[in-house]
Protein backbone atom coordinates (compact mmCIF):
# COMPACT_ATOMS: atom_id res chain seq x y z
CA UNK A 1 0.00 0.00 0.00
CA UNK A 2 2.97 2.47 0.95
CA UNK A 3 4.70 1.44 -2.14
CA UNK A 4 1.20 2.38 -4.21
CA UNK A 5 0.72 5.25 -2.23
CA UNK A 6 4.82 6.35 -3.15
CA UNK A 7 3.71 5.89 -6.94
CA UNK A 8 0.71 8.06 -7.01
CA UNK A 9 2.57 10.71 -5.42
CA UNK A 10 5.16 10.53 -7.53
CA UNK A 11 2.85 10.52 -10.77
CA UNK A 12 0.78 13.72 -9.29
CA UNK A 13 4.25 15.54 -8.22
CA UNK A 14 5.29 14.82 -12.15
CA UNK A 15 1.59 15.88 -13.55
CA UNK A 16 2.12 19.29 -10.87
CA UNK A 17 5.37 20.42 -12.70
CA UNK A 18 4.80 19.03 -16.27
CA UNK A 19 4.74 21.57 -18.86
CA UNK A 20 1.84 21.63 -21.42
CA UNK A 21 1.69 23.02 -25.00
CA UNK A 22 -0.91 23.11 -27.29
CA UNK A 23 0.14 23.28 -31.00
CA UNK A 24 -2.05 24.08 -34.10
CA UNK A 25 -1.05 21.87 -37.07
CA UNK A 26 -2.32 21.07 -40.62
CA UNK A 27 -2.73 17.17 -40.58
CA UNK A 28 0.45 16.05 -43.23
CA UNK A 29 2.74 16.03 -42.36
CA UNK A 30 2.91 19.29 -39.70
CA UNK A 31 0.66 16.86 -36.98
CA UNK A 32 2.54 13.69 -38.22
CA UNK A 33 5.64 15.35 -36.87
CA UNK A 34 4.38 16.72 -33.90
CA UNK A 35 3.02 13.57 -32.73
CA UNK A 36 6.33 11.77 -33.53
CA UNK A 37 8.21 13.97 -30.94
CA UNK A 38 5.32 13.63 -28.20
CA UNK A 39 6.85 10.73 -26.12
CA UNK A 40 10.30 12.00 -26.41
CA UNK A 41 9.09 15.47 -25.05
CA UNK A 42 6.80 13.65 -22.34
CA UNK A 43 9.83 11.96 -21.50
CA UNK A 44 11.33 15.63 -20.84
CA UNK A 45 8.46 16.75 -18.71
CA UNK A 46 6.20 18.39 -21.32
CA UNK A 47 3.08 17.65 -22.48
CA UNK A 48 2.41 18.12 -26.29
CA UNK A 49 -1.28 18.59 -27.67
CA UNK A 50 -2.03 18.72 -31.15
CA UNK A 51 -5.34 20.56 -32.40
CA UNK A 52 -5.55 19.71 -35.93
CA UNK A 53 -6.53 22.10 -38.70
CA UNK A 54 -7.00 22.59 -42.42
CA UNK A 55 -7.03 26.13 -42.94
CA UNK A 56 -4.32 28.48 -42.93
CA UNK A 57 -6.24 31.34 -40.91
CA UNK A 58 -7.47 30.07 -37.68
CA UNK A 59 -3.90 28.86 -36.56
CA UNK A 60 -2.21 31.80 -36.56
CA UNK A 61 -5.43 33.59 -34.92
CA UNK A 62 -5.79 31.63 -32.13
CA UNK A 63 -2.12 31.74 -31.28
CA UNK A 64 -1.90 35.95 -31.32
CA UNK A 65 -5.03 35.49 -29.39
CA UNK A 66 -3.90 32.93 -26.71
CA UNK A 67 -6.27 30.51 -27.44
CA UNK A 68 -3.31 28.66 -28.64
CA UNK A 69 0.43 28.11 -28.07
CA UNK A 70 1.89 27.64 -31.29
CA UNK A 71 1.69 26.34 -34.81
CA UNK A 72 3.29 24.27 -36.94
CA UNK A 73 1.91 24.71 -41.01
CA UNK A 74 3.64 27.42 -42.37
CA UNK A 75 6.60 29.10 -44.33
CA UNK A 76 8.32 32.40 -43.19
CA UNK A 77 7.05 34.69 -46.64
CA UNK A 78 3.37 33.14 -45.68
CA UNK A 79 4.07 34.60 -41.53
CA UNK A 80 5.21 38.14 -42.65
CA UNK A 81 2.41 38.66 -45.06
CA UNK A 82 -0.13 37.31 -41.96
CA UNK A 83 1.36 40.05 -40.07
CA UNK A 84 1.57 42.70 -42.22
CA UNK A 85 -1.85 42.09 -42.91
CA UNK A 86 -3.60 41.38 -39.60
CA UNK A 87 -1.15 43.49 -37.33
CA UNK A 88 0.10 40.55 -35.28
CA UNK A 89 3.64 39.78 -34.29
CA UNK A 90 3.38 36.02 -34.09
CA UNK A 91 7.48 35.07 -34.49
CA UNK A 92 9.44 32.01 -35.78
CA UNK A 93 10.72 29.65 -33.17
CA UNK A 94 12.40 27.05 -35.98
CA UNK A 95 12.58 25.88 -39.57
CA UNK A 96 12.03 22.25 -39.71
CA UNK A 97 11.14 21.38 -42.99
CA UNK A 98 10.57 22.21 -46.90
CA UNK A 99 7.47 20.94 -48.79
CA UNK A 100 8.55 21.63 -52.38
CA UNK A 101 5.09 22.98 -54.15
CA UNK A 102 4.22 21.12 -57.15
CA UNK A 103 2.46 21.35 -60.98
CA UNK A 104 0.04 18.92 -60.82
CA UNK A 105 -2.47 17.59 -63.50
CA UNK A 106 -5.10 14.73 -64.63
CA UNK A 107 -4.86 15.57 -67.96
CA UNK A 108 -1.59 16.24 -69.39
CA UNK A 109 1.97 14.41 -68.54
CA UNK A 110 4.26 17.68 -69.37
CA UNK A 111 3.75 20.91 -69.05
CA UNK A 112 4.42 21.67 -72.53
CA UNK A 113 1.12 19.90 -73.01
CA UNK A 114 -0.85 22.49 -71.57
CA UNK A 115 -3.09 24.08 -74.47
CA UNK A 116 -3.88 27.66 -75.03
CA UNK A 117 -6.13 28.91 -73.19
CA UNK A 118 -5.69 26.49 -70.83
CA UNK A 119 -7.74 26.77 -66.82
CA UNK A 120 -4.47 26.66 -63.99
CA UNK A 121 -5.12 26.92 -60.74
CA UNK A 122 -2.92 28.51 -58.44
CA UNK A 123 -3.17 29.37 -54.29
CA UNK A 124 -5.10 32.71 -53.66
CA UNK A 125 -2.84 33.82 -50.27
CA UNK A 126 -0.60 36.44 -51.45
CA UNK A 127 3.04 34.51 -50.80
CA UNK A 128 1.59 31.12 -52.02
CA UNK A 129 0.26 32.43 -55.02
CA UNK A 130 3.14 34.45 -55.59
CA UNK A 131 5.14 31.24 -55.12
CA UNK A 132 3.24 29.35 -58.25
CA UNK A 133 3.98 31.99 -60.25
CA UNK A 134 7.75 32.21 -59.38
CA UNK A 135 7.78 28.38 -60.06
CA UNK A 136 5.77 28.55 -63.35
CA UNK A 137 8.08 31.65 -64.50
CA UNK A 138 11.07 29.08 -63.65
CA UNK A 139 9.54 26.04 -65.70
CA UNK A 140 9.57 28.45 -68.59
CA UNK A 141 5.41 28.69 -68.78
CA UNK A 142 4.74 32.52 -68.20
CA UNK A 143 7.41 35.09 -67.76
CA UNK A 144 7.22 37.59 -64.70
CA UNK A 145 7.94 41.25 -64.57
CA UNK A 146 10.17 40.28 -61.78
CA UNK A 147 10.76 36.85 -61.15
CA UNK A 148 12.08 37.44 -58.00
CA UNK A 149 9.63 38.88 -56.22
CA UNK A 150 7.69 36.73 -53.58
CA UNK A 151 4.44 38.43 -54.08
CA UNK A 152 4.07 38.40 -57.34
CA UNK A 153 0.39 38.52 -58.45
CA UNK A 154 -1.46 37.44 -61.79
CA UNK A 155 -1.33 41.18 -62.36
CA UNK A 156 2.35 41.30 -62.79
CA UNK A 157 2.66 38.25 -65.27
CA UNK A 158 4.44 39.81 -68.22
CA UNK A 159 4.24 37.24 -71.09
CA UNK A 160 1.98 34.18 -70.74
CA UNK A 161 2.91 32.94 -74.97
CA UNK A 162 -0.95 30.04 -74.10
CA UNK A 163 -2.95 32.40 -72.73
CA UNK A 164 -3.71 30.63 -69.74
CA UNK A 165 -6.66 31.00 -67.17
CA UNK A 166 -5.78 31.52 -64.02
CA UNK A 167 -8.00 30.65 -61.04
CA UNK A 168 -6.97 31.43 -57.34
CA UNK A 169 -8.83 29.32 -54.89
CA UNK A 170 -7.91 29.01 -50.89
CA UNK A 171 -5.26 26.22 -50.80
CA UNK A 172 -6.64 23.35 -48.98
CA UNK A 173 -9.37 23.49 -51.58
CA UNK A 174 -7.36 22.93 -54.70
CA UNK A 175 -6.65 19.24 -54.74
CA UNK A 176 -10.66 19.11 -55.23
CA UNK A 177 -11.05 20.66 -58.25
CA UNK A 178 -7.76 19.02 -59.88
CA UNK A 179 -10.11 16.82 -62.68
CA UNK A 180 -11.90 19.93 -63.69
CA UNK A 181 -8.90 22.16 -64.06
CA UNK A 182 -6.05 21.46 -66.70
CA UNK A 183 -2.99 21.91 -63.50
CA UNK A 184 -3.17 23.31 -60.38
CA UNK A 185 -0.13 24.20 -58.45
CA UNK A 186 -0.42 22.66 -54.53
CA UNK A 187 1.44 22.94 -51.31
CA UNK A 188 2.86 19.33 -50.51
CA UNK A 189 0.84 19.00 -47.04
CA UNK A 190 -2.72 18.59 -49.19
CA UNK A 191 -0.97 17.01 -52.27
CA UNK A 192 -0.20 14.13 -49.58
CA UNK A 193 -3.49 14.73 -48.36
CA UNK A 194 -5.18 14.06 -51.26
CA UNK A 195 -2.68 10.83 -52.01
CA UNK A 196 -0.83 12.67 -54.36
CA UNK A 197 2.60 11.75 -54.77
CA UNK A 198 4.87 14.49 -55.20
CA UNK A 199 8.06 12.62 -56.31
CA UNK A 200 6.10 10.80 -59.21
CA UNK A 201 2.73 12.76 -59.56
CA UNK A 202 4.01 16.48 -59.96
CA UNK A 203 4.82 17.82 -63.41
CA UNK A 204 7.32 20.38 -61.97
CA UNK A 205 7.94 20.75 -58.31
CA UNK A 206 10.39 23.13 -56.30
CA UNK A 207 14.11 21.83 -55.53
CA UNK A 208 15.26 21.44 -51.88
CA UNK A 209 16.99 24.86 -52.23
CA UNK A 210 13.51 26.13 -51.82
CA UNK A 211 13.77 29.34 -49.53
CA UNK A 212 10.11 28.41 -48.19
CA UNK A 213 11.04 26.53 -44.64
CA UNK A 214 8.03 25.76 -42.48
CA UNK A 215 8.85 27.12 -39.20
CA UNK A 216 7.43 26.59 -35.81
CA UNK A 217 5.58 29.89 -34.86
CA UNK A 218 4.86 31.43 -31.37
CA UNK A 219 4.23 34.60 -29.88
CA UNK A 220 7.11 37.01 -28.55
CA UNK A 221 5.76 36.43 -24.78
CA UNK A 222 6.15 32.41 -25.22
CA UNK A 223 8.61 31.68 -27.93
CA UNK A 224 11.66 31.24 -25.39
CA UNK A 225 9.96 29.18 -22.70
CA UNK A 226 11.10 26.17 -21.36
CA UNK A 227 8.29 24.14 -23.45
CA UNK A 228 9.20 25.64 -26.10
CA UNK A 229 12.68 25.76 -26.14
CA UNK A 230 12.16 21.67 -25.70
CA UNK A 231 9.77 21.47 -28.67
CA UNK A 232 11.99 23.28 -30.96
CA UNK A 233 14.68 20.54 -30.01
CA UNK A 234 12.93 18.13 -30.63
CA UNK A 235 11.85 19.10 -33.92
CA UNK A 236 15.48 19.63 -34.71
CA UNK A 237 16.49 16.28 -33.52
CA UNK A 238 18.36 13.26 -35.57
CA UNK A 239 15.26 11.00 -35.20
CA UNK A 240 12.98 13.44 -36.81
CA UNK A 241 15.50 14.12 -39.82
CA UNK A 242 15.23 10.17 -40.25
CA UNK A 243 11.55 10.31 -39.94
CA UNK A 244 11.27 12.98 -42.31
CA UNK A 245 13.31 10.98 -44.74
CA UNK A 246 12.06 7.96 -43.91
CA UNK A 247 8.30 8.54 -44.22
CA UNK A 248 7.73 11.55 -46.93
CA UNK A 249 10.73 10.21 -49.01
CA UNK A 250 11.96 13.47 -50.57
CA UNK A 251 8.45 15.08 -50.68
CA UNK A 252 9.19 16.66 -47.46
CA UNK A 253 12.82 17.56 -46.92
CA UNK A 254 14.41 18.19 -43.48
CA UNK A 255 15.52 22.14 -43.22
CA UNK A 256 18.38 21.31 -40.47
Not at 15 to 35: D, F, G, K, R
Not at 139 to 144: H, P, S, T, Y
Not at 171 to 180: G, N
Amino acid sequence: MKKLLAVVAAVAAFSAHAESLTVAATPVPHAEILNFVKPALAKEGVELKVKEFTDYIQPNVQVAEKRLDANFFQHQPYLDEFNKAKGTNLVSVAGVHIEPLGVYSTKIKKLDELSSGATVVIPNDATNGGRALLLLDKAGVIKLKDNKNILSTVKDVAENPKSLKFRELEAATIPRVLTQVDAALINTNYALEAKLNPEKDALVIEGSDSPYVNILVARPDNKDSDAMKKLAAALHSPEVKQFINEKYKGAVVPAF
